[in-house]
């Protein structure tokens, strides 16, 4: 046996026909066609408590998990094919998964490949990040795995904070290695890792007590400063440079826009010998807050032409020149992350629409306005049993049965919960009536509010609208109450214009894509939350979307299921969204499907009864 590179042999002595009758792989081993004659069999993948707790099972149904064992008792479970010790397993994971445990989790989720349990470990890692980087297991985690953890964006901890946990995990690190941990070898143990801490995202007062006093130097250069050669001398790039400091501010105060310096770099023509005077600590963060406050006053180069199209294309008419500078800035970075992703091998393509002179910053404030209350809630609505013994036809499209309105447009308010709620009523309405109605966005976004949970531009939930909808005794047609992209502040609704009612709604089971893929069939249309603060999802243009960066439990933006199919091998829910038709596939989405619940789009789905 052995386990983490230390050998250790020891005989254990069991039954063959108890290990047969608990393992198709034992039995194979022992009664297939190429059984073995010796009674020994070697098994050098474990160690000696994993090996006996999983013998323990077999004989008992019955073992003593552990934080230090479970992962390899997974993995026996597994690879000898015992799905009730793996589920067992699992079971364990959702029970004892905790701030002090999870990291060693995690370590082993990702040594045997466990893809399930690493994505549960760093979903409970993105909503406990504090606490979770408080305790022992942290720092005994690899570098490789510390760069996965300050590359995620969901990450709840002040980024102050993340460098001080950062800077205990490089001393922990150098203890491991038998050397001192001062600065050159805490920093040599960081490595790539440092290029992904959002110092811009500090508040000055937290970074300059805190990052010049831990002698951890991001880069600093004794020549005269020129930009590039500062860079050069340094081991950097300039890419290098702008991608460490642009990053979007996990949390605190944001000091200029990504993608700002990404268009400096290609303007900047002289040399800022004066910054040579500062000292090395604080002669980065100077540069780039230089940068970002004379950023408007530059003459930005390139893709001019394309620029004063895409504005006339989609009517953008900015304030001022500074401005102007400064979306073109955002603009022109987000067009070359456009062209990043689309010289690289992928499913999906991306493209420039209206929401590019938008940081993701200002896109997931502006544009997402989905209130997921959590696993931890209680579903309002009753749920859906899936009718046994359906047939599913291979691909599905309500819009060419006459279910689905005209894509609309939320604008610059966040009202996606309303348009995903009357586009699953509109299909529900004209399942019974044979009338196709299109509903108000507006009457739901003025009126659907207080004690029902919901706010207006500021975000809201399908559920609450359907029960709106119920106690209200309709919603108005789209044509009486027309839809302003803002709150007006008072609730016009009038019953004499009610364009549709339901009686309630049904909850289609967490997570199944199964139950998810018959209601969608059987049903219509189906409201459903999903994760889109992805740059990928901003900028999308077509294909099948996949974002490996995806959450399945961070939801943050409604949109309404239409269907599903193939394409190309890929299977994909066909997603009908609210930004426009110059959004998307004609402001539709296919969305990967079958791909473990790809950004929670089965996580939380309903639809309203009629």
Known sequence: MQRHNYKCYKK????????????????????????????????????????????????????????????????????????????????????????????????????????????????????????????????????ATLVQLLKREPLKIKEVDLFKAVLKWSEAECSRKGIEANAKNKRAAMGNAIYQIRFASMTLQDFAQNVPQSAIKPFHCTMPFDFEQTMACNGFSISNFVYFIEKVPRGGSMIHARGMLRDFRKALGVRLNFL???????????????????????ELPGNDAEWEIWKKF????????????????????????????????????????????????????LMLGAKYPGDQA??????????????????????????????????????????????????????????????????????????YGNKGCQGGWMDNAFTYIKDNGGIDTEASYPYYGRELGYCYFKSSTVGATDTGHM????????????????????????????????LYRDGVYYESACSTTLLDHAVLVVGYGSLNGQDYWLVKNSWGTNWGMDGYIMMARNRNNQCGIATTASYPLV
């Open 12 to 143: 254990f002595f069991a039954h063959k026909y108890v290990l047969a009758t608990s393992s198709a792989v034992f039995y194979a081993m022992f009664y297939g066609e190429l059984a073995e004659k010796n009674s020994v069999v070697h098994l050098s993948d474990t160690d000696e408590e994993s090996l006996q707790e999983f013998l323990r099972f077999l004989y008992t149904d019955e073992c003593n998990l552990t934080t230090n064992n479970a992962v390899f008792v997974l993995y026996l479970a597994k690879k000898y094919i015992v799905p009730s010790l793996v589920q067992k397993c699992f079971e364990y994971f959702d029970a004892n998964c905790a701030v002090e445990n999870v990291f060693i989790l995690l370590q082993q989720a990702i040594q045997f490949d466990e893809n399930k349990l690493e994505e549960k470990c760093w979903d409970f890692i993105d909503l406990q990040t504090s606490e979770a980087v408080a305790s022992d297991g942290f720092f005994e985690i690899n570098q």
């Open 276 to 298: 040579a005077t500062l000292t090395d600590s604080l002669l980065w963060f100077v540069c780039f807050v230089c940068i970002s406050q004379t950023y408007g006053k530059l």
């Open 314 to 365: 989609h009517g953008k008419v900015y304030e001022n020149e500074y401005v102007e500078n400064y979306r073109k800035a955002i603009w022109q970075a987000n067009l070359e992350f456009i062209k990043e992703h689309n010289n690289d091998k992928s499913n999906f393509t991306l493209g420039m629409n209206q929401l590019g002179d938008l940081t993701p910053t200002e896109y997931r404030a």
């Open 378 to 451: 209680k579903d309002t609505g009753s749920t859906y049993l899936p009718p046994s013994g359906y047939k599913l036809p291979a691909t599905v499209d309500w819009r060419t049965k006459g279910y689905v309105t005209p894509v609309k447009n939320q604008g610059q308010c966040g009202s996606c919960w309303a348009f995903s709620s009357t586009g699953s009523l509109e299909g529900q309405h004209f399942k019974k009536t044979g009338n196709l109605v299109s509903l108000s966005e507006q009457n739901l976004v003025d009126c659907c509010i207080g004690t």
């Open 507 to 538: 909850d289609i089971t967490k997570y199944s894509e199964q139950d998810l893929q018959i209601a969608v069939a059987s049903i219509g249309p189906i409201s459903v939350a999903i994760d889109a603060s992805h740059q990928s999802f901003q």
